[in-house]
């Protein structure tokens, strides 16, 4: 991946900030496992090397440990047997494991990488990830979604310096993850709606060129949904470098809005919900997926108003609290106050055209649901563990587990159309 040329092409932004991201070196290719050690010699990582790892992501980069010593590194490996929660715990544990080392490597993507992520940037180690499955856009992000407790928070982290995927390790993934990550990239188009929507009313900073860019990734990846979960290595980089993409597009403007909208908190709020009752959810972009099209429906809906009459947010606290049980301390604070004071209700009626043309530039849900089914996608919540009340009660409150606005989040202030 040309990174120069993305700099260039980001660079005197007419939306006025400055377009940079800490990403220094993208290196894909078939085999490319062997030259790990050689990749991050090139990259300056310090001759003692923190290795974080799972016992299927180090088998599947098989290989990556000989290539390491070849190149001079010491390696001190980290394996866990499988890591599916990334807990404030396990960052304090790699923190400790950090000191004297000259940088950090993690194989695998998700919980062992946000783990590793946001430790390497609190002992401001360089970082390496070696991805194992084209399973969700987290790679190249600036942000750590870390467990404390039972909630999510996302914590401002670092980019890795480097990272290096092996074609023929991502083409031999499980089709399961593959059709993750695709499920991840379509959640984009609601990340797009809601970002646009809250420039609208609110004035948030937004940007045409990073927002067109991330369009125009997710758009090549629908393309290309029949040949997701098939074992060819050419769809695999591709479908890769998509996920790299958003990824970059978060960094470039230091927050998760181009990547992530509410069907992200409305997937974080199935997770937190079951890790209260100590069940496991399902992969992330696997739920992101099943969320979007929901959303996606929803905003149609909204979007075939003509016209929207608004009242103030009334939050009905009683509800939020019987519904977020345990969690409610952290929504309560977060709605101290309500993101909804931020907007004056007049602006949502007088702007509503223009947030009915923000829904109706993305795909339809129908459109998307079918490029989902040809990527081996789950699309109902009965395919991710998350029964008809839970789903019920996502849709229902999850806006209040962030203080962000979405055009789901507006919706409360729709006066009831008869
Ligand atoms: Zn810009
Ligand atoms: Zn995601």
Known sequence: MD???LKRDFSYCSCGREHTFGLRAVEVGSGITLNTGAILKKNGFGQRLLLVADRNTLAAAEGIVPSLGAAGFVVRPQVYDDLRVADMKEVENIQKLLSGMGGVISVGTGSLHDVARLAAARCNKPLCLYATAPSMDGFASYNAPITDGCFKITYPAKTPEVIIADTKVLAAAPAELKSAGFGDMVGKYVGLIDWKVSHIVSGEYYCDKVAAYVREAVDGMMAMAGSVTSPDERAAA???EGLIKTGVAMSMVKNSRP????EHILSHFWECKKLAEGKRSDFHGKK????????????EKFASF??????????????V????GVLYPEVEKLNNPPVSHEIDPFVIKERWQEIRAAVKEQPSPRTVERAMLRAGCATKCSEIGVDAELERLGIRLHPHMRHRISLMRLSYMFREKK
Do not use: H
């Open 3 to 5: 990174l120069e040329k």
């Open 288 to 299: 992101v997926g099943v969320a979007t099209l929901i959303i996606l429906r929803k905003y």
């Open 321 to 324: 609290r019987r519904g977020y």
């Open 238 to 240: 591709a479908v890769f």
């Open 306 to 319: 003509e016209d929207v009459d608004i009242v103030p947010e009334e939050i009905d606290w009683e509800e």
């Open 259 to 262: 990547a992530s909208g509410t």
